[in-house]
Nanobody, 115 residues
Framework: QVRLVESGGGLVQPGGSLRLSCAASGIFFSIYELGWYRQTSGKERELVARIGSGGSTNYIDSVKGRFTISRDNAKNTLYLQMNSLKPEDTALYYC?????????WGQGTQVTVSS
């Protein structure tokens, strides 16, 4: 059974930091492309950052220089380090694992940036 479990979300003040984790089980983790997505009420889910099986990364413009995606294949875990958080980063954050035509989602972790 495949499971992706996110953790690390919470309430943080503007300018603060959070580190999200996504622990995977039931897949050959290292060969999957991985991504962090986020969604707010009434909007479509958007890709925030992705990391390929070889370690290449991509970010949306609004998080470049503030967020860092990384993976630890030995621990089957994906990370998203989020610094200099802004209120507009508030969303439900999901991780996704993709391999060819197969994809898996986690259940999401809430990030709220507010003073």
């Amino acid at each position: 059974q495949v499971r992706l479990v996110e953790s690390g979300g919470g309430l943080v003040q503007p300018g603060g930091s959070l580190r999200l984790s996504c622990a995977a089980s039931g897949i050959f983790f290292s060969i999957y492309e991985l991504g962090w997505y986020r969604q707010t009420s009434g909007k479509e889910r958007e890709l925030v950052a992705r990391i390929g099986s070889g370690g290449s990364t991509n970010y949306i413009d609004s998080v470049k220089g503030r967020f860092t995606i990384s993976r630890d294949n030995a621990k089957n875990t994906l990370y998203l380090q989020m610094n200099s958080l802004k209120p507009e980063d508030t969303a439900l954050y999901y991780c996704k694992a993709v391999r060819q035509l197969t994809s898996y989602w986690g259940q999401g972790t809430q990030v709220t940036v507010s003073s």
